[in-house]
């Protein structure tokens, strides 16, 4: 009878404990992003979230796998992080889900974010049939990054707003510093450096009848430029640098060009700072012409029904999160332009040093006629950038010429 | 009352291994092949499509190259694998110096993570990566290690002769004279290329785009081939193991009745040792053949570099319709062609056991 009570006096306790400490837990809001922004995230995180919402502890989640595939997994599984990035090249499929929560009641009752705060283009990028499903942190364009000094030392011209893709490919071919020193360019079989060029020449995303557009001269035209780089060996692919990526082939100063977005000017800070960097639009197809871009945003979204069971805590971390002083916080590392509308004409435009003039560069590029947020809607991203992507690879290496390998491209998308 | 406790007893000790099959096994099994007549893609299940997935498969020109590919990867990888797994158990049965050395650094790689290695492999085979560096060279000094080689042999062949002459039982290759040769033909090697009376071939850079290639080699696409050469590099050591724990059981007698018998090195590998461990080759074929059928890791971390069409195969054609096209999963195709695979992996092994690879024992 004893030994009966003792052991119901304890579980007691054990219970009574557990109650309290319970009482006592904070609530923990999940953050998932890309596992390459961890160092900057961590830094926000703890200089501008930690402690500001009471009873909330945010933890950063860094994903290695595909992000798509980890939210699609995560959502259908119910275990989605409170809180987690969204691209713009498939917002749409997974605003298609059902299981990710509109916003637009959060933000008529938000203090701080309010529609019509955030640039216009990036609000509409992520609303679907009249609902908003996710906040743009930021967003980036791509320009041309060139070495001032290689051009001086060749006595070629610096690009400038004005080239043509002849005069460009001119430039590049006058720079380019073969066989010893350094390559004109860096230039990678990639779709998403690929096809601003094209839409620049009028390639549409499809074509009106909803088939595939590659097949068009303007797409034919453009890949036959593009490549045209590395096929006379005035560029090299960054693999065949021995770069990881065409942004650190320029960094180590093995290629006097490279189209990359903000996301270099970090890099270039912490690795070579005294590199002696300009910033230029990428060049149009013809004298006048339309210099086209590609939006990158990417934005903050969350699941319908967080494990956390608090919504209200999670769009409290958003708010906190695309804030002025975060956004100008960000910016002035240089890692990505602001959202907000009103931070547009932030002081940081106007310094002079080249990490804040690539910044304005970049910005300004955002803003041609012709930069559009780019959206897959039925096609997958996946199948639109793989095709057009391998038939580049195939005109580069001279194993199809542009008319089969585009001809074959245009095919496997309307597979 | 007590065979009905031993029956507990034993249902509690299965229990374990029954659940995880109940749940891993039968419980997926059953979801997807239900799965397979629908359009479900992880969010919502519209209509019952019927064969509809089963139809489309084999109309998606990707899937029917995934089948080809996964055949072609299982058939050449699984018979290179066991073949030089076999080679190399003979060689570490024997007697030889420095054997534990040897045991340990053959089996390295497939120790290593697949994924590490696969990148390495990657680096390697960059355009101007280390394989096309060594290919590179040859190209260059080909002359030269032909020369070496030639003279290395002759060196040796005169030695050899002239100490039988002399009545002295002296091996083909000896050592002390093998030593003797090697230091002779490097010598005159060297002197006939610094006088330029070996020419060397002008340097030409090999730039063979091992993985970003849709180049054939005897109708087998380049990165597939790449993939296969890392696939045989990795498992043949774990096959060799296994090889080697069978050769150990081996009687000695059976090799002293076939040299009373006056049987040659080659009779005694084909006529003694591959039926005394025919169980264990059943296995290695069989493990080799549904590895190698699913292969999904090389594949999808090749995947990054490589085009699509040259390196697909039925495992990565599941994921890639899964979460590789970048719009909502198509849980119907994936499922359907999962279970394409599951049918062609049974239907593979089955006739392995026909054509005689069974577990069937030298003795009976």
């Known amino acids: 009878m004893r030994k009966i009570l003792l052991a119901l006096v304890i579980v007691g306790l054990v219970v009574g404990v557990g109650l309290v400490g319970f009482g006592q837990d904070k609530v923990t809001i999940r953050l998932a992003g890309y596992s390459g922004d961890t160092p900057l995230m961590q830094d ?14 945010v933890v950063w989640e860094p994903i290695t796998e595909d992000f798509l595939a980890f939210v699609l997994r995560t959502l259908s599984a119910g275990t989605a992080p409170d809180v ?4 713009l090249g498939w917002a749409k499929t ?4 059902g299981l990710v929560e509109p916003l637009d009641d959060y933000m008529a009752s938000s203090a701080i974010l309010n529609k019509g705060d955030l640039i216009p283009a990036l609000e509409n990028a992520f609303t679907f049939d009249g609902k908003i499903y996710a906040i743009s942190k930021d967003f980036n364009s791509l320009v041309m990054f060139y070495n001032k000094d290689m051009f001086d030392e060749m006595g070629v011209a610096y690009p400038s707003d004005d080239d043509t893709w002849v005069t460009f490919l001119g430039k590049i071919a006058m720079v380019n510093n073969q066989p010893n020193k350094w390559y004109g360019a860096c230039i990678n079989a990639d779709a998403a450096r690929f096809l601003p060029f094209a839409f620049a020449a009028g390639m ?3 074509k009106d009848d909803g088939t595939g557009p590659f097949d068009l001269a303007s797409a034919k035209q453009a890949a036959d430029w593009y490549t045209s780089f590395n096929r006379l060996g005035i560029s090299a692919t960054s693999a065949d640098i021995g770069a990881g990526w065409p942004g650190a082939a320029f960094i180590s100063e093995q290629a006097a060009t490279c189209i990359e977005g903000g996301w270099l000017i970090p890099p270039i800070r912490n690795e070579n700072p005294t590199l002696n960097f300009g910033t230029t639009f990428l060049p149009s197809p013809w004298e006048g012409g339309p210099h086209s871009n590609y939006l990158f945003t990417v934005g903050y979204a969350m699941p319908t029904s967080p494990a956390s069971g608090r919504p209200d805590l999670a769009f409290k971390v958003i708010e906190i999160l695309t804030s002025p002083e975060v956004q100008n916080y960000i910016l002035e590392s240089g890692h990505a332009i602001p959202s907000r509308a009103a931070l547009l004409d932030s002081a940081y435009f106007q310094q002079k040093d080249d990490f804040a003039q690539a910044t304005k560069k970049v910005f300004e590029a955002t803003a041609l006629p012709g930069t559009v947020p780019f959206t897959f809607g039925e096609i997958g991203q996946g199948v639109y950038m793989g095709a057009v992507g391998e038939a580049l690879t195939l005109i580069m290496q001279g194993e199809g010429t542009v008319e089969e390998a585009m001809n074959e ?5 309307s597979q | 009352m007590k065979r009905r406790g031993e029956w507990v007893s034993a249902f509690i000790f299965l229990l374990p291994l029954l659940f995880t099959l109940a749940v891993a096994f039968i419980y997926a099994f059953v979801r997807t092949v239900y799965f397979s007549f629908t359009d479900y893609n992880l969010f919502h299940i519209t209509k019952f499509v019927g064969l509809d997935n089963y139809t489309q498969l084999f109309a998606d020109y990707r899937f029917v190259l995934a089948l080809t590919h996964s055949l072609v990867y299982a058939i050449v990888v699984t018979a290179s694998q066991t073949f030089l797994a076999l080679l190399l158990a003979v060689v570490l049965n024997q007697k030889i110096r420095g054997l534990t050395f040897f045991r340990a650094s053959y089996y390295v790689p497939s120790v290593a993570s697949s994924v590490a290695i696969t990148l390495i492999f990657i680096w390697l085979m960059n355009r101007k990566g280390t394989i096309n560096w060594i290919l590179t060279m040859l190209g260059r000094y080909w002359p030269l290690i032909i020369t070496g080689l030639a003279l290395v042999i002759l060196v040796q062949w005169f030695q050899v002769f002239s100490e039988r002459r002399h009545g002295l039982p002296a091996r083909a290759f000896d050592p002390a004279l093998l030593g003797i040769s090697l230091l002779i033909g490097a010598v005159v090697t060297t002197i006939l290329g610094r006088f330029g009376i070996v020419h ?20 087998i696409p380049l990165p597939l081939l790449s993939i296969m050469m890392l696939n045989i590099w990795t498992t043949t050591p774990t096959m060799m193991l296994l090889l080697l724990a069978g050769l150990q059981d081996v009687p000695q007698e059976l090799y002293e009745a076939a040299e009373m018998d006056g049987a040659t090195p080659g009779q005694k590998l084909f006529h003694v040792t591959v039926p005394a461990i025919r169980p264990l080759l059943f296995m290695v074929i069989t493990m080799g053949l549904i590895g190698t059928l699913q292969v999904f890791d090389q594949v999808a971390i090749t995947a990054g570099v490589a ?23 198509k849980v119907g195709m994936a499922s359907a062609a999962a279970l394409v695979l599951a049918a062609l992996t049974l239907v593979i092994v089955f006739i392995q056991r026909r054509l005689g690879f069974s577990e069937k024992g030298w003795y009976s």
């Open chain 2, 200 to 219: 060397l071939y002008p340097m030409v850079d090999v730039a063979i785009p091992w993985l970003t290639t849709r180049k054939m080699f005897l109708g």
């Open chain 1, 409 to 413: 491209a245009n095919a496997k998308l």
């Open chain 1, 84 to 87: 987690f990035y969204v691209d």
């Open chain 1, 204 to 206: 549409p995303f499809l």
């Open chain 2, 307 to 329: 085009p699509l069409e040259s390196t697909i195969t039925l495992a990565y054609y599941v994921y890639w319709n899964m979460f590789g096209s970048g719009g909502l999963p």
């Open chain 1, 94 to 97: 997974v605003a298609g889900t």
């Open chain 1, 44 to 57: 926000v995180l703890s200089r501008f979230v930690a402690d500001k919402i009471p009873g909330v502890e």
